[in-house]
């Protein structure tokens, strides 16, 4: 098992930047897939970025060019890097770290973008 502490959520203006990260207790970080996902007021949970074991990343069609997922296994840490940040993006930001059978989440860090 693993569990998940997000940190590094706040308030910021349109055009800024925060990085958000996720540390991870427990043993096997390294085989979980990690993903970031968000969940803005009144809507329905979204994919935002994942990068696998690996190392490969993906990103949700509105964020590509602006965030970066990236992983540190030496420190059982996750990272997301949000820059030019819009006010769409404010919501809730949770941690999934996940392998075939078993999904574990984090509490969620919320982001408030201000225009």
């Known amino acids: 098992q693993v569990q998940l502490v997000e940190s590094g959520g706040g308030s910021v203006q349109a055009g800024g930047s925060l990085r958000l990260s996720c540390a991870a207790s427990?043993?096997?970080?390294?085989?979980?897939?990690m993903n970031w996902y968000r969940q803005a007021p009144g809507k329905e949970r979204e994919l935002v970025a994942t990068?696998?074991?690996?190392?490969?990343?993906n990103y949700a069609d509105s964020v590509k060019g602006r965030f970066t997922i990236s992983r540190d296994n030496a420190k059982n840490t996750v990272y997301l890097q949000m820059n030019s940040l819009k006010p769409e993006d404010t919501a809730v930001y949770y941690c999934?770290?996940?392998?075939?059978?078993?999904?574990?989440w984090g509490q969620g860090t919320q982001v408030t973008v201000s225009s």
């Open positions: 999934n770290a996940r392998v075939v059978g078993y999904d574990s």
């Open positions: 427990g043993s096997m970080f390294s085989i979980y897939i």
């Open positions: 990068i696998t074991s690996g190392g490969r990343t």
